[in-house]
């Protein structure tokens, strides 16, 4: 266990001791074709399937488990994880990612080469092959996979496309689970408009992770509890970068974060009642303290013409 948490915390890179976006404030601009004056993948999300199981039984919250790990870096490993990436980079809420483009691996924007060497040191097949990002709905109804149906169950393409394709490692056996009870949940695309993105939009995802790391506590996963608070204190440094040079707003989401790791190392001297009301401080932190952080949007990379002046910074004569 002590392995798999050490792997997951240099995965995260636990920001603040070194973040994603050393090079870049917004790590999606990584692996996404952009043509000004086109921002849409950095201004909108698609619309996100709800969450189908009851309230409060073990399907809804394992689901609410797995759409973190969906999200998360931590799931996968090798340079993947370093650059942020995450099934959702490809697989945008579950469907596919028609902008998504890393040269040298996509031949179009939403295609991506998975036998390269870059990413993976099991897969490469020494071809420049890149396939067709295909959409995630419906796919429990889909076997075999891939398309070359080399995988008889989707248990089994997930641990190939996590251990192999990314170079990851095995992870815990409830975020294991949880992620199949989110794939297997992603049956059609909602309908509605793409959503845009806001700081009260992403405080209130910080807000959803919080809630689902308290029912983990409560179940005892040490494993699981690193894993979501890591998954938790990534999103918070998400939110920091896009307030880039904003120090009171910056401010607020470091102490956010450092009382979650406070969490996470309560959690792992399995002091779970403590880490409880380390949790509930936080929250109370984050439902105190996020009015103030959102109204400092407009002057953040949230505001769109902020946002395209950081992506195409005018040229100088």
């Known amino acids: ?98 902008d998504f483009f890393v040269s040298g691996l996509s031949d179009n924007p939403g295609t991506f080469d998975t036998t390269n060497p ?13 396939v067709v990002i295909p959409k995630l709905f419906g796919i429990k109804h889909t076997a075999p996979y891939p398309s070359d149906g080399r995988f008889e169950t989707l248990e089994a393409m997930v641990d190939h496309v996590i251990l192999k394709e990314f170079d990851g490692f095995a ?30 939009q992403d405080l209130e995802e910080a807000s959803r992770h919080l809630n689902t ?7 005892g996963d040490v494993e699981t509890i690193a894993f979501l608070v890591n998954a938790s204190r990534r999103h918070l440094e998400v939110i920091h970068n896009r307030f ?13 974060s450092l009382s979650l790791k406070k969490v996470r190392l309560l959690a ?15 929250q109370q932190m984050i439902l105190a303290q996020g009015p103030s952080v959102s109204a400092q949007e407009g002057n953040s990379l949230y505001d769109p013409e902020r946002l395209r002046a950081y992506v195409f910074p005018p040229t100088t004569p």
Not at 118 to 129: M, Q
Not at 171 to 199: C, N
């Open 1 to 98: 266990m002590r392995a798999w948490l050490l792997r997951c915390a240099v995965a995260l890179c636990l920001w603040p001791v070194a973040g994603y976006a050393d090079e870049l404030l917004i790590p999606d601009l990584k692996w996404v074709s952009l043509a000004e004056p086109a921002l849409g993948p950095l201004l909108f999300e698609p619309p996100e399937p709800n969450n189908p199981y009851t309230r409060g039984t073990d399907l809804q919250r394992q689901f609410e488990v797995g759409r973190i790990a969906f999200r998360s870096p931590g799931i996968l490993g090798g340079l993947a994880a370093r650059e942020g990436m995450s099934c959702n980079s490809c697989h945008r809420s579950g469907g596919t990612n028609p």
């Open 118 to 130: 870059l990413f993976s040191t099991h897969t490469d097949d020494g071809v420049h092959n890149p």
């Open 171 to 200: 992870p815990p056996p409830l975020i294991a689970e949880a992620l199949m009870t989110y794939l297997e949940a992603l049956e059609v695309r909602p309908p509605g408009m793409p959503i845009q993105k806001s700081a009260q």
């Open 213 to 219: 790391v308290s029912w983990v506590l409560s179940v």
């Open 244 to 256: 880039d040079g904003l120090e009171a707003p910056q401010s607020v989401l470091l102490s956010w």
């Open 268 to 282: 792992e001297q399995e002091r779970f009642a403590e880490a409880e009301e380390a949790l509930q401080e936080t």
